[in-house]
């Protein structure tokens, strides 16, 4: 699945051999964050690659004569493309066989104030960056002196269009990713993701050690009694919570598991919707056209600058709609509710886990499993919804079975068998694991990935650790 040993050292020995000028490169992403530059920087000098980066872009823009070129190049992609902006479709638009538009909706919506790819400033300005970076980087590539490619987050405009043109160029790309155990995901050409489907198939999940499969039950049994101190990314306390509170069930239906409207709406194989703000609302809009009693959970681990769009989204609805701003006992819901609407993330494997029936608004990177009942477009989405309304909330006894089976190989594969096996590092990438945190900081640890995030990633500090970490780490062995 990742690269092959027989790469690696085809790759150490060649550049053995070459003038610093002849010297080949890795295109790496350029996050300013301290502890992300240093680890990609050592996985280049690891395979003997000199980096590339964005900046390198922006520091000879004006001096580059292509630049005019680019400028209007763009000019006439916006001019082509002007209904599908007005109808907010840009991941429709594509550029020299990449599909630029796809990672301008999620830099965009990353971007704005409103989570959504309403800003024409904006779009204009990641399209030039789009068009800047295809022009910039292909002659790289076509003449071969790209080697590698390594991504960050695949879904925004520089590492996604540049694992797209690696593609084009059979040349491999990787994704990192991890809080503090971090792994190599090989980025999937086909679904323009680093979240594998394929990572997923029957084979690997037969051949998974029952050891990690117990301990994966585990983790879900503890999630889905309320506990997401389980997973290292969402916060422990229950402030908010439902958890503990008399929740009036009767004649409640369906339950929206919302999530953070500012993450990527096409990461792990795509929202069918262009943002997840359009999404809620067309499924609230379809929902209680069919008289549906519905209650949304909005993502306890959302970004502070959720909030505005949660408050608006509150007084839109006002009280037709059930809201829940902290998290539900899902074994509570068992049997209470017909079913759980979401896109993706592990509420799939927890309600699959229970038996509770899923409908999710795209693909997954489980699709290969059946774990969740997924849709492919909007039609076959309120199809779903519709089937959902009709049932008894619940799975037949095959179906439940089959289902918990599938979520527990599914989070063990994903969560626990990489770790298990040896090929992730313990590395402050993302997050900061609290034992490390209680070693360097008196005040407690953080409850929210993104203050532990603010306070470590750009800090001096964080410097020192990450260099500690990767001389202690052996880097390559994530891609094996």
Not at 170 to 186: D, L, M, R, T, W
Not at 247 to 271: K, M, Q, S, T, V
């Amino acid at each position: 699945m990742l690269i092959s040993g027989q790469l690696l050292v085809g790759i150490l020995l060649f550049n053995k051999k070459m003038t610093k000028d002849e010297k080949k490169i890795a295109i790496v992403p350029c996050f300013g964050s301290i502890t992300h530059d240093i680890l990609f920087e050592h996985i280049a000098k690891r395979f003997g690659l000199d980096t590339s980066c964005y900046r390198d872009i922006q520091k000879g823009m004006f001096k580059r004569k292509g630049i005019y070129t680019s400028a209007f190049r763009t000019v006439l992609i916006l001019i082509v493309n002007i209904k599908k902006i007005i109808k907010q479709n840009v991941r429709e638009i594509e550029y020299s066989g990449v599909k630029i538009g796809l990672n301008i909706n999620e830099e965009v919506i990353a971007c704005s104030k409103t989570a959504t790819c309403h800003n024409t400033l904006l779009i204009i300005k990641k399209t030039l960056k789009a068009v800047l970076i295809v022009d910039s980087y292909t002659p790289w590539f076509s003449s071969g002196r790209v080697e590698l490619v390594l991504c960050g987050d695949e879904a925004y405009v520089f590492s996604g269009v540049c694992a797209q043109i690696a593609c084009l160029y059979n040349i491999p790309c990787y994704c990192i990713k991890g809080g503090y155990e971090v792994y190599a995901s090989k980025y999937d050409c086909l679904w323009k993701t680093g979240f594998r489907r394929d990572d997923f198939d029957a084979e690997r999940l037969l051949g998974l050690d029952e050891s990690v499969l117990k301990e994966s039950e585990s983790i879900l049994e503890r999630l889905c009694s309320n506990d997401k101190g389980a997973l290292y990314y969402m916060p422990t306390s229950d402030s908010g919570s439902l958890s503990k509170k008399t929740i009036d069930y009767d004649g409640l239906e369906i339950i929206i598991f919302a999530h953070d409207f500012f993450d990527a709406p096409g990461i792990r194989g795509g929202n069918i919707y262009a943002n997840h703000v359009e999404w809620l609302e067309r499924t609230l809009d379809f929902l209680l056209r069919n008289k549906t009693k519905v209650g949304v959970r909005f993502h306890p681990n959302s970004r502070p600058k959720n909030r505005p769009i949660i408050d608006k989204l509150k007084k839109k609805y006002n009280s037709k709609v059930m809201w829940v701003d902290g998290d539900l006992n899902l074994k509570s819901l068992r049997g209470e509710i017909k079913g759980i609407v979401t896109v993706y993330g592990t509420i799939c494997l927890e309600a699959a886990y229970l038996g509770i029936p899923v409908v999710s608004a795209g693909r997954t990177q489980w699709s290969l499993v059946n774990v969740a009942q997924e849709s492919v477009d909007e039609e076959v989405y309120r199809g779903n919804l519709l089937e959902l309304l009709s049932s008894n909330g619940r799975l037949d006894k095959r179906e439940t079975l089959e289902r918990k089976d599938n979520a527990i190989k599914v989070f063990a594969l994903g969560f626990l068998e990489r770790k298990a096996g040896g090929k992730t590092i313990h590395y402050p990438f993302d997050d900061i694991d609290v034992d490390l945190w209680s070693s360097i900081y008196r005040e407690a640890y953080p409850d929210n990935i993104y203050q532990r995030r603010d306070r470590f990633l750009k800090s001096d500090l964080g410097e020192r650790l990450a260099y500690n970490a990767v001389k202690k780490e052996d880097i390559i062995k994530i891609f094996d």
